[in-house]
Protein backbone atom coordinates (compact mmCIF):
# COMPACT_ATOMS: atom_id res chain seq x y z
CA UNK A 1 0.00 0.00 0.00
CA UNK A 2 2.83 2.25 0.86
CA UNK A 3 4.35 2.15 -2.75
CA UNK A 4 0.93 2.52 -4.31
CA UNK A 5 0.35 5.76 -2.56
CA UNK A 6 4.00 7.09 -3.18
CA UNK A 7 3.57 6.70 -7.03
CA UNK A 8 0.57 8.10 -7.06
CA UNK A 9 1.58 11.24 -5.39
CA UNK A 10 4.79 11.51 -7.28
CA UNK A 11 4.26 9.42 -10.47
CA UNK A 12 7.35 10.83 -11.58
CA UNK A 13 9.76 9.78 -9.74
CA UNK A 14 11.95 6.45 -10.91
CA UNK A 15 11.83 3.59 -8.78
CA UNK A 16 13.77 0.00 -8.76
CA UNK A 17 12.16 -2.33 -5.68
CA UNK A 18 14.38 -5.02 -4.45
CA UNK A 19 13.01 -7.97 -2.83
CA UNK A 20 15.64 -9.22 -0.34
CA UNK A 21 16.05 -10.17 3.75
CA UNK A 22 16.13 -6.94 6.42
CA UNK A 23 20.20 -7.76 7.20
CA UNK A 24 20.84 -7.55 3.20
CA UNK A 25 18.66 -4.10 2.54
CA UNK A 26 20.22 -2.78 6.13
CA UNK A 27 23.19 -3.22 4.53
CA UNK A 28 22.64 -1.82 1.11
CA UNK A 29 21.48 1.30 2.62
CA UNK A 30 24.64 1.85 4.94
CA UNK A 31 26.82 1.14 1.50
CA UNK A 32 24.33 3.51 -0.52
CA UNK A 33 23.00 1.10 -2.73
CA UNK A 34 19.79 1.97 -2.11
CA UNK A 35 17.76 4.91 -0.98
CA UNK A 36 14.93 3.42 1.04
CA UNK A 37 14.31 0.22 2.98
CA UNK A 38 11.27 -1.57 4.84
CA UNK A 39 13.02 -3.81 6.82
CA UNK A 40 12.47 -5.29 10.84
CA UNK A 41 13.94 -2.63 13.53
CA UNK A 42 17.46 -2.81 13.20
CA UNK A 43 19.51 -3.75 16.51
CA UNK A 44 22.51 -1.47 14.95
CA UNK A 45 21.08 1.56 12.91
CA UNK A 46 25.06 2.22 12.12
CA UNK A 47 24.70 6.27 9.70
CA UNK A 48 21.13 5.29 8.87
CA UNK A 49 17.92 6.65 10.42
CA UNK A 50 14.63 4.76 11.27
CA UNK A 51 11.52 5.49 10.94
CA UNK A 52 8.38 3.31 12.73
CA UNK A 53 5.90 2.03 10.96
CA UNK A 54 4.69 -0.31 14.31
CA UNK A 55 4.53 -3.96 15.29
CA UNK A 56 4.35 -6.85 12.85
CA UNK A 57 2.32 -10.36 14.22
CA UNK A 58 3.64 -13.60 12.92
CA UNK A 59 0.84 -16.38 13.09
CA UNK A 60 0.27 -19.69 11.90
CA UNK A 61 -2.12 -20.04 8.84
CA UNK A 62 -3.88 -22.76 6.69
CA UNK A 63 -7.16 -23.38 5.01
CA UNK A 64 -9.96 -25.01 6.70
CA UNK A 65 -9.83 -28.15 4.75
CA UNK A 66 -5.82 -28.72 5.52
CA UNK A 67 -6.94 -28.01 9.46
CA UNK A 68 -9.67 -30.45 9.52
CA UNK A 69 -7.28 -32.95 8.07
CA UNK A 70 -4.51 -32.48 10.75
CA UNK A 71 -6.62 -34.30 13.65
CA UNK A 72 -4.89 -33.09 16.03
CA UNK A 73 -4.47 -29.97 18.80
CA UNK A 74 -3.23 -26.79 17.65
CA UNK A 75 0.05 -27.14 19.70
CA UNK A 76 0.46 -30.48 17.92
CA UNK A 77 0.74 -29.67 14.53
CA UNK A 78 4.84 -29.09 14.39
CA UNK A 79 4.54 -32.97 14.79
CA UNK A 80 2.14 -33.63 11.71
CA UNK A 81 1.50 -31.10 9.32
CA UNK A 82 3.75 -29.39 6.47
CA UNK A 83 5.30 -26.28 7.86
CA UNK A 84 6.03 -23.88 5.66
CA UNK A 85 8.75 -21.17 6.46
CA UNK A 86 11.08 -18.33 5.24
CA UNK A 87 14.54 -19.91 4.22
CA UNK A 88 17.07 -20.20 7.65
CA UNK A 89 19.07 -16.57 5.92
CA UNK A 90 15.83 -14.34 6.84
CA UNK A 91 15.36 -12.47 9.69
CA UNK A 92 11.99 -13.27 9.62
CA UNK A 93 13.39 -16.89 10.18
CA UNK A 94 16.13 -16.80 13.12
CA UNK A 95 12.61 -14.70 15.43
CA UNK A 96 10.59 -18.03 14.58
CA UNK A 97 13.86 -20.48 15.25
CA UNK A 98 14.27 -18.74 18.68
CA UNK A 99 10.72 -19.02 19.27
CA UNK A 100 10.74 -23.03 18.32
CA UNK A 101 13.88 -23.11 20.90
CA UNK A 102 12.33 -21.32 23.76
CA UNK A 103 9.11 -23.58 23.17
CA UNK A 104 10.71 -26.65 22.54
CA UNK A 105 8.97 -27.18 19.22
CA UNK A 106 10.83 -29.19 16.23
CA UNK A 107 8.45 -29.07 13.04
CA UNK A 108 9.05 -32.65 11.71
CA UNK A 109 7.93 -31.51 7.78
CA UNK A 110 9.12 -27.97 6.42
CA UNK A 111 9.04 -26.63 3.41
CA UNK A 112 11.51 -23.16 2.97
CA UNK A 113 10.55 -20.37 0.21
CA UNK A 114 12.10 -17.33 -0.34
CA UNK A 115 9.22 -14.64 0.24
CA UNK A 116 6.47 -14.24 2.09
CA UNK A 117 3.99 -13.81 -0.76
CA UNK A 118 4.69 -17.75 -1.44
CA UNK A 119 3.57 -18.96 2.11
CA UNK A 120 0.61 -17.06 1.64
CA UNK A 121 -0.02 -18.77 -1.91
CA UNK A 122 1.21 -22.10 -0.76
CA UNK A 123 -1.03 -22.03 2.22
CA UNK A 124 -3.96 -20.94 0.45
CA UNK A 125 -3.36 -24.16 -2.21
CA UNK A 126 -3.71 -26.02 0.62
CA UNK A 127 -0.33 -27.15 0.94
CA UNK A 128 0.45 -26.92 4.67
CA UNK A 129 1.21 -24.61 7.46
CA UNK A 130 2.50 -21.15 7.10
CA UNK A 131 4.01 -18.77 9.19
CA UNK A 132 3.46 -15.44 7.85
CA UNK A 133 2.68 -11.83 9.15
CA UNK A 134 -0.58 -11.61 10.20
CA UNK A 135 -1.59 -8.19 8.73
CA UNK A 136 -0.27 -9.88 5.30
CA UNK A 137 -3.37 -12.29 5.26
CA UNK A 138 -6.27 -10.09 6.90
CA UNK A 139 -8.83 -10.60 4.10
CA UNK A 140 -8.11 -14.00 4.00
CA UNK A 141 -8.76 -14.24 7.45
CA UNK A 142 -11.82 -12.32 7.16
CA UNK A 143 -13.28 -14.16 4.20
CA UNK A 144 -12.55 -17.85 5.60
CA UNK A 145 -10.22 -19.07 2.72
CA UNK A 146 -7.25 -18.75 5.66
CA UNK A 147 -7.27 -19.56 9.52
CA UNK A 148 -5.38 -18.80 12.23
CA UNK A 149 -3.68 -21.83 14.32
CA UNK A 150 -4.00 -20.18 17.36
CA UNK A 151 -1.01 -21.18 20.22
CA UNK A 152 -0.52 -21.15 23.81
CA UNK A 153 2.09 -19.19 23.48
CA UNK A 154 2.48 -16.59 20.52
CA UNK A 155 5.18 -15.57 18.57
CA UNK A 156 6.48 -12.15 19.94
CA UNK A 157 5.37 -9.42 17.64
CA UNK A 158 8.48 -7.35 15.66
CA UNK A 159 8.35 -3.66 14.99
CA UNK A 160 9.27 -2.78 11.31
CA UNK A 161 9.92 0.39 9.35
CA UNK A 162 11.88 2.62 7.07
CA UNK A 163 15.33 2.95 7.18
CA UNK A 164 17.58 5.21 4.74
CA UNK A 165 20.65 6.97 4.78
CA UNK A 166 21.53 9.80 7.35
CA UNK A 167 24.31 11.77 5.17
CA UNK A 168 23.83 10.72 1.78
CA UNK A 169 21.13 12.94 -0.25
CA UNK A 170 17.69 11.25 -1.15
CA UNK A 171 14.98 12.27 -3.14
CA UNK A 172 12.97 15.01 -1.04
CA UNK A 173 9.68 13.65 -2.30
CA UNK A 174 10.55 10.08 -0.25
CA UNK A 175 11.32 12.14 2.51
CA UNK A 176 8.29 13.88 2.51
CA UNK A 177 6.44 10.97 2.22
CA UNK A 178 7.83 8.45 4.95
CA UNK A 179 7.56 11.78 7.36
CA UNK A 180 4.00 11.70 6.97
CA UNK A 181 2.98 8.09 7.86
CA UNK A 182 1.65 6.85 10.70
CA UNK A 183 2.21 3.35 12.33
CA UNK A 184 0.65 0.50 11.54
CA UNK A 185 -2.14 0.52 14.18
CA UNK A 186 -3.46 3.72 12.95
CA UNK A 187 -3.57 3.16 9.48
CA UNK A 188 -7.23 2.49 7.64
Given at each position: ?52 LGVIEY ?29 QDNVSR ?21 EMDLLI ?68
Amino acid sequence: PYLKEFTGRYPNTDISITCTSSSAASSMVEQGSIDLALVVKPENQGTAVYHSLGVIEYIFVCTPAYRDKLNCGNEQIFEQANIMLLDQDNVSRRHLNSYYAQNKITPLHILEVNEMDLLIEFAKMGIGVSCVVKQFVEQELQEGSLMEIVLSKPISPREIGFLYHRIRPMNENILKFIEGKPSISESP
